[in-house]
């Protein structure tokens, strides 16, 4: 019986050679491996080709996802045998492992879901732990009302594939990566049970788990564990099956050290994996739910904003599962009204969104500068309008505003608002204004790492926390928000990108249409004409470059306010060395051209705009 091995990874180059290895030299012939990576560097994928070489029974697949619900899928997507079991990166799997899942799946037909044995790696038991699941003897779980009884983890267990096909796909909003944080194998178990299968329990089928965690991390660990537990139950419990209520009750009474609370000893009595718990009991409501594979329906995910930000082909793009009724509704709010690059940000999702079928609703402020973004939003196919509810941050709000704003949201009825920022600063009335509309998923985006007044970094920490999100493009954002007191996992980091130009022009080409002689030295530099982006200086240190046969060339793209008082600037400075392009709808040309290309903002380190040359 063909056994394939499933393992999801990411950013675990150190520890996923040894995982694989221990495989590969199974006394078991008909397996196969698949190995999904959702890593952010090479270095995973460096070591699964040093140990695997071109072995065919080794399937490597780069995702940019993120989630074990997410990988789990995509692995079971490209099992190719009956048995499909999974384990972790950073475990080793027993010789005899698969040899003995085929044994009992065909010894036991209504067995739908194996657990075996997971044993801690050597490790100091006074600096940390490392989890584990010790399986004393054989054991069997036949209906979901003894859920409760089974806490196997998904370090070592094995399904039929025709189990998982009835069952349905994991949970991607349960399990390490997802909002929900854990339990992604529990969930199914029970799930698994639900359908009328056996669970089993087996002690010789083991791996020996090296996921070291310092005691230090324990509190947090446990917190998240707990939201996970509480979500994943209370899932079924809103699904109106009974079954589950001694699982629920149970698992409530896990939380607490009853020993140490008996012994009258106040410290570590697992109150941080109780909180965790009721808190996902109360966040399970944030997500609808698909009846049919008793699944949350993902909330559109801040993972979805990555594939708009960095431009992905659109034939590449992962869909959202056909179980939802209806196209999400996205309202995106912007506090600013010129074309910038925070209007441009909020353009750009709502035109792939919609691409992808999704109703999106784009709002600006009603300024002098509104017209000419509305009509550059409609060329572009963009739903959008101005509107005098959203307010530029730099605008007093008062409650009149934020009822004004508050009716707007509950009369568009979204499924989430998403509101633009274009400095380190989110509005308290804003947010506030939104969360009482109602339950809608509130997610800020941050844009540039600006402001250090005390006053706006207290507001934007208590904003954030209301927030269901924050997304950042840039690490100097990131940064500039905890020091605010924002909390950390509320952030994302999601950098900005683009696409590969499809056709790179030569030098020459270039300049020929620029107008620019070919012998000339040309310094080119591209930006919204604004003082915070540093083209005066450009212009200054341009004149102090030595050049007796005036052959320097300045080029600068883009327009803004500042435009005519830096064109004088450098007619003063440059003595005619210098060319406004304007707005340019291809940049190609402005790098293509240049021997030099100065980023000059004092604030920004936009990696994407020193990236373009490099095509």
Known sequence: MHVTVCICTRNRGDSIAMALRSILVANYADFDVVIVDQSSSDETAEAVRRVAGDDPRVTYIRSDTVGSGVAHNISMANARGPIVSFTDDDCEVCPDRMRLFARYFANNP???????????????????????????????????????????????????????????????????????????????????????????????????????????????????????????????????????????????????????????????????????????????????????????????????????????????????????????????????AEIGGTERIAVSLSREFTARGWRMHTVFPQQPGSAALLKWCHNQNVDAEANPVVLPVTVPHSFRNMLALRRFVRRNNPDVINIHYGSSFISLKDIIAIRLAGRYRCVATVNHPAGDDIRKRIMTNVAARLCHGIVVISHATQERLLAAGVPQDKIHLIPCGSPVPRHIPTRAEARARLNIPASAFVISSLARLTPSKGIAALIEAARRLPDPESQIIVVIAGDGPERATLENLASARLNGRARFLGRVPDTADVYSAADIFVLASAMEGFGLVVRHPSF
């Open 110 to 336: 209504d067995v739908g879901l194996i657990f075996g044995a997971v044993y801690a790696g050597p490790h100091d038991a006074g600096a940390g732990f490392v989890p584990d699941y010790p399986v004393p003897r054989f054991r069997r779980v036949t209906s979901p009302w003894l859920k409760w009884r089974e806490r196997g983890i998904g370090a070592n267990m094995a399904f039929r594939k025709e189990v998982l096909e009835r069952v349905g796909s994991f949970d991607e909003v349960l399990g390490p990566g997802a909002p929900l944080h854990a339990c992604l194998d529990g969930d199914m178990t029970y799930r698994v049970l639900k359908a009328g299968y056996s669970v089993l329990n087996v002690p010789d089928a083991y791996v020996v788990h090296h996921g070291f965690r310092a005691w230090g991390e324990g509190q947090k660990m446990m917190r998240r564990v707990g939201l996970g537990v509480g979500a994943a139950y209370m899932k079924h419990l809103r699904l109106g099956d009974p079954a589950v209520l001694p699982t629920l009750v149970v698992e409530a009474a896990r939380c607490i050290s009853w020993k140490r609370l008996f012994l009258l000893r106040w410290r570590h009595l697992g109150l941080a994996r109780f909180y965790g718990y009721l808190k996902g009991m109360v966040q399970s409501y944030h997500y609808p739910i698909d009846p049919q594979h008793r699944t949350y329906i993902p909330s559109p995910k801040l993972n979805d904003l990555r594939v708009c930000l960095v431009g992905k082909d659109k034939k590449t793009m992962p869909r959202r599962p056909d179980t939802h009724t209806r196209a999400p509704k996205v309202l995106l709010l912007t506090t600013t």
